[in-house]
């Protein structure tokens, strides 16, 4: 009963942690838009932006490459996330 409720607690506390980033994350987000570091920096310096196309960009990210495998490696850090905890359940 006691592993049990130790088990429930934390599992409470790691959601409350993720929430916790979630907002902090959407409200940076919300404070500095949609341009990447680069963007910003030199718009700041005053320096010439290069003209590229970016049919790519995602959350202030441009992905270069293929975008199956984005997809491919993010499921497979999922998949290995979700191994890890089930096997020592935290």
């Not at 963007?39 to 010439?48: K, P, T, W």
């Not at 290069?50 to 497979?76: D, M, P, R």
């Amino acid at each position: 009963m006691q592993q049990e409720q130790s088990n429930k607690k934390g599992i409470i506390i790691f959601t409350v942690i993720v929430l916790l980033f979630l907002v902090l994350s959407i409200f940076a987000y919300n404070i500095t838009g949609d341009k990447g570091i680069e963007e910003r920096f030199s718009n700041a310096l005053g320096l010439q932006s290069e003209s590229q196309s970016y049919e790519n960009k995602i959350f202030a990210f441009t992905l270069e490459g293929n975008k199956l495998s984005y997809g491919i490696i993010f499921v497979l850090i999922l998949a290995a996330t979700t191994l890890i905890y089930l096997k020592y359940r935290v």
